[in-house]
């Protein structure tokens, strides 16, 4: 099994940053793609970013583009989201996920793996 557990999120004024982590622990050799999604109240789940575990192909949703880095660190086990210029539209409960495939798809159902979540809140 893998357990992904993530830490960074907060309370931020619109325009600051905020980096989340995402740590793995387990049968970390099975995961070969990550993925940020981000769930708003109200809202379906959707993939924000995306990363192969190699780091040579990453995906971003247009709404971050140009905002967010994702970037990992294999000897950690672990995958960070950096986010700066943030908006009060970022607000969501971001997840960690992570798939036994180096496609980088943005369908939830088809991540093996889940955190728990960390909550992210920009005020205007």
């Known amino acids: 099994q893998v357990q992904l557990v993530e830490s960074g999120g907060g309370l931020v004024q619109a325009g600051g940053s905020l980096r989340l982590s995402c740590a793995a622990s387990?049968?970390?050799?099975?995961?070969?793609?990550m993925g940020w999604f981000r769930q708003a109240p109200g809202k379906e789940r959707e993939l924000v970013a995306g990363?192969?575990?190699?780091?040579?192909?990453?995906y971003y949703a247009e709404s971050v583009k140009g905002r967010f880095t994702i970037s990992r660190d294999n000897a950690k086990n672990t995958m960070y989201l950096q986010m700066n210029s943030l908006k009060p539209g970022d607000t969501a409960v971001y997840y960690c996920?992570?798939?036994?495939?180096?496609?980088?798809?943005?369908?939830?159902?088809?991540?093996?793996?889940w955190g728990q979540g960390t909550q992210v809140t920009v005020s205007s």
């Open positions: 996920a992570g798939r036994q495939s180096r496609i980088i798809v943005t369908a939830e159902r088809e991540y093996d793996y």
């Open positions: 387990g049968r970390t050799f099975s995961i070969y793609a």
């Open positions: 990363i192969r575990w190699s780091g040579d192909v990453t």
